[in-house]
């Protein structure tokens, strides 16, 4: 294991006040310093994204207190991504362009919203829903979708000039990666009234300085934690002309009269990566840590807080998502199976925050994203 320390940075009036208005689900779990004391993981949700046209996709539920484990029956979808809202489980379906409402104690498909092209990540306040749309033809526009869920319809879209990959929000704002080499993070303004029949505009772009941004979250200090996997360009054969490196940042949003201000930076010795193509990072708000996978199964722990860094080597197949349970110290790993990591069930290891391996559970086809649910517990003694 190796660390790099840098010294803490003080924070501004702006950035601690913005704390407050934080908007958590979706990039996070919402769970405060004080609560942390009773709060209890009861559900770790693993999305197996399954193979395009296989229909093949389902999900895995992990009861971490009592041990134990169940599947879904498969979907005609693969999953992209999902998130837990209160007891509902929204789950962006790609290849059939939707969002799936679940009861998350039945399992049970409440409902779901269509027309949302090639869908990538969702957030949720409880009442509207933000999901980005990547374009790969002249017929749509890259896109945000704004999704009124009370009535589980589209009701207004945000059009993009990139394809954008995450999204994180405050009650104020919205900021969208755009995965491309030149990548931007874009904010976007929410209304001050009602953000389903209210005005969203876009208030300006953040150059992070990287290639592929693909995740930002927005920190407990108000800041922007920002996960970039880094690019390969390719020329008009396909041959591959240049590589470059993922990079890990804090950004103050409204640094350099609105346009962004880089407060941190962390360069990675290669590309972050996922062996289901899904989740490559995973943010927890509750330890002020980023969490990325690169090549080689190593997990980099990057505090946003004061720039610390940790590497775990993590031995074992390659690793498709990553999670963190922050009240209980540990880390779960998606891993398709090596051989036929599209066909046939992966595992889900749970790890140490030393990397060391202390439980494994069966779970489907290409584990490529995972989700945590914290709930208030009663405080002991």
Known sequence: MTTSTRPVRLLSVYTLLLAATLWLTGCDFGVSQDDAITARTTDVAVANAGAFGAQNSSFTFINPEEETVSNTSTFSSYIQSHILLDNQLLTVFGETGTLGVFDLETRNQLGQVTGIPNPRYAISDGRVAYVTSQSYSDDTDPAVYIIDLGEREIVDTITLDANPEGITGTSSSLFVATGNVDGQIIEISRPL?????????????????????????????????????????????????????????????????????????????????????QQRTFYSRLRNTLFAVLEDNTVVLYSTLNGERSDIQVDGPPIGAIAFDAVNELIYLGRPDPVNPFGAAGTVTVHESSGAEIESYEAGIAPGHIALRITQGEQDG
């Open 193 to 277: 009234g009602n953000p389903i029949t209210g005005d969203h505009t876009i208030a300006g772009t953040i150059d992070p300085e990287c290639d592929a941004p693909r995740r930002p979250y927005v920190t407990r200090q108000g800041l922007l934690a920002v996960a970039c996997s880094g690019a390969t360009v390719y020329d008009d054969d396909f041959n591959v002309i240049e590589e470059t490196n993922g990079a890990l940042l804090v950004i103050d949003p409204a640094g350099n009269s609105g346009d962004g201000s880089i407060l941190d930076r962390e360069d990675l010795a290669g590309q972050l990566t996922s062996a289901s193509s």
